[in-house]
């Protein structure tokens, strides 16, 4: 009986906990933020993965043209691999944050696993001359409860997105409709995902000074995430 039962608890908490892993508003521990409540007209820049040996020098050239302020969530094995370039965003005025060693889904991980992905991509963070807290995104935006568990125990902060457009079927590959729905999303204390590190962030790429023109246009200051949560209190639904 002890055999049946056991499975049959477990998939039953499973279920129950599954909806977890994906929420940009919720987690079973500690504080999550996908937005901010703020009265000013702030909006974070943020970017997935890297830094790319091929993509970097672009991506701080359109930022430094726009005199934009972004939060670069880098893979610590990149930020090893190319830490002149993670160095080179730090001095840049950009901010550094965690998105795990691997890139690997950190869910139905060991402790020890998701532990070591997390400080050896700190410590390549610290490398590259970033001061401050370290914010974390997780790979995928996937977390169940063990990942948010070790977060709430260092005080880290999860930092997901209210805006993501290259998750739209028919978008990802078009800069104009990358921009159009960017700009039709936006409010005061939004969290804009983009990858423009690798080949596939072409469109992104394309997209971007289109638009922090228009943001600036209707506007809108970019700062980085901690700046944006230091202007208001972050949502958890």
Request: glycine content about 8%; hydrophobic content about 45%; aromatic content about 8%.
């Amino acid at each position: 009986m002890k055999k049946i039962v056991v499975p049959v608890v477990l998939l039953g908490l499973a279920a129950l906990l599954w909806p977890y892993h994906k929420s940009r508003n919720h987690q079973l521990f500690g504080k999550i933020v996908a937005f901010v409540q703020t009265a000013d007209s702030l909006i974070a820049l943020t970017f997935d993965d890297g830094p790319s040996r091929a993509y970097t020098d672009t991506v701080l050239a359109l930022l430094r043209q726009g005199d934009v302020e972004a939060t670069f969530f880098v893979t610590g094995q990149e930020a090893d691999e190319h830490s002149d370039l993670a160095a080179m965003i730090v001095q840049a005025g950009h901010e550094l944050g965690n998105h795990s060693y691997s890139h690997s889904r950190l869910i139905l991980k060991s402790p020890s696993r998701i532990r070591e992905e997390i400080e050896r991509t700190d410590r390549a963070i610290r490398n590259a001359g970033q001061t401050g807290p370290i914010l974390f995104r997780p790979p995928f935006g996937k977390k169940l409860f063990i990942l948010p568990w070790i977060l709430a125990r260092t005080g880290r902060t999860t930092v997901m997105w209210s805006i993501e457009p290259e998750s739209r079927p028919g978008i990802a590959g078009s800069a104009s409709e990358l921009t159009a729905r960017i700009l039709e999303e936006a409010k005061p204390g939004a969290i804009i995902l983009l990858h423009v590190m690798y080949p596939g962030g072409a469109a992104s790429r394309k997209a971007l000074p289109r638009v922090i023109a228009g943001l600036r246009a209707r506007g809108y200051r970019f700062v980085t995430v901690s700046s944006l949560l230091g202007h208001g209190a972050g949502l958890r639904r």
